[in-house]
């Protein structure tokens, strides 16, 4: 994890030479995050009441975690105190968020949220926000598995004081969730003194850094735990947010006010899916009639295996918990209270059952048939013709009808190692933002490789495949796949590179035992060993993803151009095939979500050798891997401390390209 390790002293020192806010932002500009001037203020005032405050109290010396970032998250704490108990000697922490707000005023039917004095919109009550970061922490990190108690919580609000500090709305408080204003600063000092020596803590602070990250629970693999017991996933910042303002909006329909329609928005890993579970959770454990929806057949089957049903829910009707969006075509208005629509970019124009299709729009029929839809989708994973789920079109609909629309923002990262840059990467390299590709700057969270065969690429993901550990194989739509397995049930190898061949995922409902359907393979351990597509990747996430990019999208001239007629989905070259600048743009958005669907890593591959060597150079030289169990695998590039260089280097020596020499050996379970 990063943070800008200091202290009260040095703090103080810094700002004095005015050297606070660089040292930080060099400290956040290694990880891929570009700082704002609003946080570069915060940290000018903040910072430096604190640490004042630390130092006149004695405590200048205690080690000080500025910026700690959440492990798998883009989401990042003010500050951290790390040292000792003073009674035990145990290492002790405390989670400090720091608030320059001057009031704030309640929210009604929502406790949690708030609206900070000078603010229009409504903010997460930051005792909510400051337990959600220690929860989270004891939920990751090893060093705080077996003794939870060392970790504190506390917020600041230097600026609140007088009748504006009496009149603030507070919240039942707990050990990870004090409050303090401005006034309060003699018990906040008592407080930190209750739980830190004033001398350093003799290594605590590099063990909360250096400390063990414990993998996240996969979302669908724990749906039915989330759905029995909706602490397994714990929401931060914008998250939670977005839970509290659906919840408002639930109690607000239900008392008879003005019908809303809920939009989260958010890109891969923002955290939308995991949103949606908590919601239906919640809201089910209430008495809601609740429903849960989405246009993805390997996303809603995989639902209904994992989630089941929870026992303690009393259901007030029997209809199904997850459905399709077609499957609301003739449903009665407003028969739900909530209808949670996951991928909602993959709403249809019209529904269609057989040979009926609906009588309005699909967006409307998930209007009509709950009180309060809410849709999470990404306007950029809209990848089949059709497809018109967006924030614009639902937001438009939705205001021609009469409803009122509420529209959130989700601005974390949760997958991809929590690295931000990496999306951003991604989408500058695909040509989905404005401006060249440039080299990969390399995040320590996020792995990312470029090999130069097929076989390499399966063999260092067969590594890491395990029972503490996923990885799974995914292509660009460029090879036949055969709807029938052979004749002893055996998948076809459709998907053939030179003399390597691997099945795509089973495309029947019931193919011979061991394989599974397309809608578990990116769950099912069997699925390794086959190639996912975007229709059964998409939603779905694992440890170390591989992406085969195929001759539909190459370099040319040093930007990525897309080949309709390599295409080998119906959908984009078929009977009615799209014009040239409609397909490469869903072309590019397929492999934006196969590029984004790891944890902890991504390798490329392309079976087009000017661009694996374009991707080579802008990833750079090959690095080490390190697996789920502590394994290093050569070949593989990492992070590095500088940039490469762009110029295109001999053939020989090509960066990120395996060697005859370099490459491993097969794994045992594909000789």
């Given at each position: 994890?990063?943070?800008?390790?200091?202290?009260?002293?040095?703090?103080?020192?810094?700002?004095?030479?005015?050297?606070?806010?660089?040292?930080?932002?060099?400290?956040?500009?290694?990880?891929?995050?570009?700082?704002?001037?609003?946080?570069?203020?915060?940290?000018?005032?903040?910072?430096?009441?604190?640490?004042?405050?630390?130092?006149?109290?004695?405590?200048?010396?205690?080690?000080?975690?500025?910026?700690?970032?959440?492990?798998?998250?883009?989401?990042?704490?003010?500050?951290?105190?790390?040292?000792?108990?003073?009674?035990?000697?145990?290492?002790?922490?405390?989670?400090?968020?720091?608030?320059?707000?001057?009031?704030?005023?309640?929210?009604?039917?929502?406790?949690?949220?708030?609206?900070?004095?000078?603010?229009?919109?409504?903010?997460?009550?930051?005792?909510?926000?400051?337990?959600?970061?220690?929860?989270?922490?004891?939920?990751?990190?090893?060093?705080?598995?077996?003794?939870?108690?060392?970790?504190?919580?506390?917020?600041?609000?230097?600026?609140?004081?007088?009748?504006?500090?009496?009149?603030?709305?507070?919240?039942?408080?707990?050990?990870?969730?004090?409050?303090?204003?401005?006034?309060?600063?003699?018990?906040?000092?008592?407080?930190?003194?209750?739980?830190?020596?004033?001398?350093?803590?003799?290594?605590?602070?590099?063990?909360?850094?250096?400390?063990?990250?414990?993998?996240?629970?996969?979302?669908?693999?724990?749906?039915?735990?989330?759905?029995?017991?909706?602490?397994?996933?714990?929401?931060?910042?914008?998250?939670?947010?977005?839970?509290?303002?659906?919840?408002?909006?639930?109690?607000?329909?239900?008392?008879?006010?003005?019908?809303?329609?809920?939009?989260?928005?958010?890109?891969?890993?923002?955290?939308?899916?995991?949103?949606?579970?908590?919601?239906?959770?919640?809201?089910?454990?209430?008495?809601?009639?609740?429903?849960?929806?989405?246009?993805?057949?390997?996303?809603?089957?995989?639902?209904?295996?994992?989630?089941?049903?929870?026992?303690?829910?009393?259901?007030?009707?029997?209809?199904?918990?997850?459905?399709?969006?077609?499957?609301?075509?003739?449903?009665?208005?407003?028969?739900?209270?909530?209808?949670?629509?996951?991928?909602?970019?993959?709403?249809?124009?019209?529904?269609?059952?057989?040979?009926?299709?609906?009588?309005?729009?699909?967006?409307?029929?998930?209007?009509?048939?709950?009180?309060?839809?809410?849709?999470?989708?990404?306007?950029?994973?809209?990848?089949?013709?059709?497809?018109?789920?967006?924030?614009?079109?639902?937001?438009?609909?939705?205001?021609?009808?009469?409803?009122?629309?509420?529209?959130?923002?989700?601005?974390?990262?949760?997958?991809?190692?929590?690295?931000?840059?990496?999306?951003?990467?991604?989408?500058?390299?695909?040509?989905?933002?404005?401006?060249?590709?440039?080299?990969?700057?390399?995040?320590?969270?996020?792995?990312?490789?470029?090999?130069?065969?097929?076989?390499?690429?399966?063999?260092?993901?067969?590594?890491?495949?395990?029972?503490?550990?996923?990885?799974?194989?995914?292509?660009?739509?460029?090879?036949?796949?055969?709807?029938?397995?052979?004749?002893?049930?055996?998948?076809?190898?459709?998907?053939?590179?030179?003399?390597?061949?691997?099945?795509?995922?089973?495309?029947?409902?019931?193919?011979?035992?061991?394989?599974?359907?397309?809608?578990?393979?990116?769950?099912?351990?069997?699925?390794?060993?086959?190639?996912?597509?975007?229709?059964?990747?998409?939603?779905?996430?694992?440890?170390?993803?591989?992406?085969?990019?195929?001759?539909?999208?190459?370099?040319?001239?040093?930007?990525?151009?897309?080949?309709?007629?390599?295409?080998?989905?119906?959908?984009?070259?078929?009977?009615?095939?799209?014009?040239?600048?409609?397909?490469?743009?869903?072309?590019?958005?397929?492999?934006?979500?196969?590029?984004?669907?790891?944890?902890?890593?991504?390798?490329?591959?392309?079976?087009?050798?000017?661009?694996?060597?374009?991707?080579?150079?802008?990833?750079?030289?090959?690095?080490?891997?390190?697996?789920?169990?502590?394994?290093?695998?050569?070949?593989?590039?990492r992070i590095r401390e500088g940039r490469p260089s762009t110029k295109v280097p001999d053939r020989k020596a090509q960066p990120g390209h395996f060697t005859s020499a370099e490459e491993p050996a097969r794994h045992p379970r594909h000789n």
């Amino acid at each position: 994890m990063s943070a800008f390790r200091t202290s009260p002293e040095q703090v103080a020192e810094l700002i004095k030479s005015r050297e606070l806010v660089p040292a930080i932002e060099a400290v956040l500009l290694a990880g891929g995050h570009r700082s704002e001037q609003a946080e570069k203020t915060s940290w000018m005032n903040s910072l430096y009441v604190l640490a004042k405050l630390l130092r006149t109290a004695g405590l200048g010396d205690l080690d000080m975690l500025v910026e700690y970032q959440l492990p798998q998250t883009s989401r990042r704490v003010d500050v951290i105190l790390a040292g000792a108990h003073p009674d035990t000697g145990r290492d002790s922490y405390l989670v400090i968020e720091l608030k320059q707000w001057s009031g704030a005023a309640a929210v009604d039917d929502a406790e949690h949220l708030v609206e900070a004095r000078g603010s229009k919109r409504l903010q997460l009550h930051p005792t909510t926000q400051v337990l959600g970061y220690c929860d989270y922490l004891a939920d990751f990190l090893a060093v705080l598995w077996e003794w939870p108690e060392a970790l504190r919580g506390t917020v600041f609000l230097h600026n609140l004081r007088g009748r504006q500090a009496e009149e603030f709305p507070r919240l039942a408080e707990t050990e990870q969730s004090r409050l303090f204003a401005w006034d309060d600063r003699d018990q906040f000092i008592r407080f930190v003194k209750a739980h830190l020596r004033a001398a350093p803590g003799r290594g605590a602070a590099e063990r909360l850094l250096d400390s063990a990250v414990r993998p996240s629970r996969q979302l669908l693999a724990h749906a039915a735990d989330e759905l029995a017991d909706r602490s397994h996933f714990v929401l931060l910042g914008r998250q939670r947010e977005a839970f509290e303002q659906v919840r408002l909006a639930v109690r607000q329909a239900q008392a008879g006010r003005r019908k809303k329609i809920v939009i989260v928005a958010g890109g891969p890993g923002s955290g939308k899916s995991v949103i949606a579970l908590s919601l239906l959770a919640a809201l089910a454990k209430e008495g809601r009639l609740v429903a849960h929806a989405t246009g993805s057949r390997a996303f809603t089957r995989s639902m209904q295996r994992y989630a089941g049903r929870d026992p303690e829910v009393r259901r007030p009707r029997q209809a199904p918990l997850f459905n399709y969006f077609y499957d609301y075509m003739d449903a009665p208005r407003d028969n739900l209270d909530v209808l949670v629509c996951d991928e909602a970019h993959r709403i249809r124009e019209w529904s269609k059952k057989g040979d009926v299709r609906g009588q309005v729009p699909q967006v409307e029929e998930l209007f009509d048939a709950a009180k309060v839809p809410v849709f999470f989708l990404d306007d950029r994973q809209v990848v089949r013709p059709g497809e018109m789920g967006s924030v614009d079109t639902i937001s438009r609909r939705a205001r021609d009808v009469g409803y009122e629309v509420e529209v959130i923002n989700l601005n974390g990262q949760h997958r991809c190692g929590g690295s931000a840059e990496f999306e951003r990467w991604v989408d500058h390299l695909l040509g989905l933002a404005d401006g060249d590709p440039y080299p990969w700057p390399g995040d320590e969270r996020f792995h990312v490789g470029v090999v130069e065969t097929p076989e390499a690429l399966e063999s260092l993901l067969a590594r890491q495949q395990g029972d503490e550990s996923t990885a799974r194989m995914t292509a660009g739509f460029c090879w036949p796949w055969s709807k029938k397995p052979l004749p002893d049930g055996n998948l076809v190898r459709d998907v053939e590179i030179g003399d390597w061949k691997r099945p795509w995922n089973a495309f029947e409902d019931y193919p011979r035992g061991g394989i599974p359907t397309s809608a578990y393979w990116a769950t099912d351990p069997a699925g390794f060993g086959q190639i996912g597509c975007i229709y059964t990747a998409q939603g779905f996430e694992y440890d170390w993803n591989g992406v085969i990019m195929g001759p539909d999208l190459v370099v040319r001239g040093g930007r990525f151009t897309s080949r309709l007629h390599a295409s080998r989905d119906y959908a984009l070259n078929g009977k009615d095939p799209l014009s040239g600048d409609d397909a490469g743009r869903l072309i590019r958005n397929t492999y934006k979500v196969l590029f984004t669907r790891g944890l902890k890593g991504v390798l490329l591959y392309s079976t087009d050798e000017q661009t694996r060597r374009f991707l080579a150079d802008l990833v750079g030289p090959p690095r080490v891997m390190r697996s789920a169990v502590g394994k290093e695998h050569a070949g593989v590039h990492r992070i590095r401390e500088g940039r490469p260089s762009t110029k295109v280097p001999d053939r020989k020596a090509q960066p990120g390209h395996f060697t005859s020499a370099e490459e491993p050996a097969r794994h045992p379970r594909h000789n």
